[in-house]
């Protein structure tokens, strides 16, 4: 028989934990969906982007983020071999990693990270 206890307070209930949480002096981004930390501002080469969905970021390094397969996709500047990545917390699909370039102008994207802007959010002094 189900009891008619009610549960612990709010308060009361565990928190959510990420792998790795940013410091709070950095303006920082967060998924939309869960405020997972994903890149500190610090990390962004470039707001001039193009996701699957709308406009997106480039950034150097992100955070909490998972990697699926690569595979070859054609995008708008050429050929690349790109990896889906999703936030590890919700597993929300967020934009992807450049594995490979296959242009010599495009190469300074091999390492770095796509977010598309409808995934995330600021935090953090943004004033």
């Known amino acids: 028989m189900p009891s008619s206890e009610p549960g612990p307070p709010a ?3 565990p928190t ?3 792998r790795s949480y940013l410091p709070h002096c950095h303006r920082t981004y967060s998924c939309v969906h869960c405020q997972a930390h994903l890149a500190k501002h610090d990390e962004l080469i470039s707001k ?3 996701g699957s969905h709308g ?3 480039l950034f150097n390094s992100v955070v909490n983020v998972g990697c699926g397969p690569a595979e ?3 995008l708008l500047t050429g050929l690349h071999s ?3 990545i999703f936030c590890e917390s919700c597993k929300t699909t967020l934009g992807w990693k450049y594995e490979q370039a296959f ?4 190469k300074y994207k091999e390492g770095k990270f796509i ?8 935090d953090n002094g943004w004033d």
């Open 16 to 18: 959510k934990t990420f």
């Open 48 to 50: 001039s982007f193009q």
């Open 82 to 84: 790109v990896a889906d």
């Open 11 to 13: 308060a009361c209930l």
């Open 72 to 74: 070859q996709r054609l």
């Open 103 to 106: 242009e010599t102008s495009q």
């Open 115 to 122: 977010i598309e802007m409808s995934h995330m959010v600021k």
């Open 55 to 57: 406009r997106a970021y």
